[in-house]
């Protein structure tokens, strides 16, 4: 059975960092991209970001591009999310997930096959 299990949320000051990690089990994820998504209540879940199967490609939603890192380690099957500058507005639930396939449109909630259950990220001002 196919796991993705988040860790490293909880809550920190505006300004701080947090680093979230994303355990995967069940299968080997080292041939598929996987990203992160967050989502507030009552809101769509939104693209933050992603990686190739490599990592050697990622991308970034705009609202976290320079402060927001994502990495990967295909050998512990493990995605990573380094969160810098944390703004009261990047409060949310956040989300890993991964793909079954080699292409996909990177942002697009669609192209995931796995998700993780979540772990709450918040940022006090």
């Known amino acids: 059975q196919v796991q993705l299990v988040e860790s490293g949320g909880g809550l920190v000051q505006a300004g701080g960092s947090l680093r979230l990690s994303c355990a995967a089990s069940?299968?080997?994820?080292?041939?598929?991209?996987m990203g992160w998504f967050r989502q507030l209540p009552g809101k769509e879940r939104e693209f933050v970001a992603a990686?190739?199967?490599?990592?050697?490609?990622?991308y970034y939603a705009d609202s976290v591009k320079g402060r927001f890192t994502i990495s990967r380690d295909n050998a512990k099957n493990t995605m990573y999310l380094q969160m810098s500058s944390l703004k009261p507005e990047d409060t949310a639930v956040y989300y890993c997930?991964?793909?079954?396939?080699?292409?996909?449109?990177?942002?697009?909630?669609?192209?995931?096959?796995?998700w993780g259950q979540g772990t709450q990220v918040t940022v006090s001002s």
């Open positions: 990686s190739s199967w490599s990592g050697g490609s990622t």
């Open positions: 997930a991964a793909s079954r396939y080699a292409s996909i449109s990177y942002s697009g909630i669609k192209g995931y096959d796995y």
């Open positions: 069940g299968r080997t994820f080292r041939t598929s991209p």
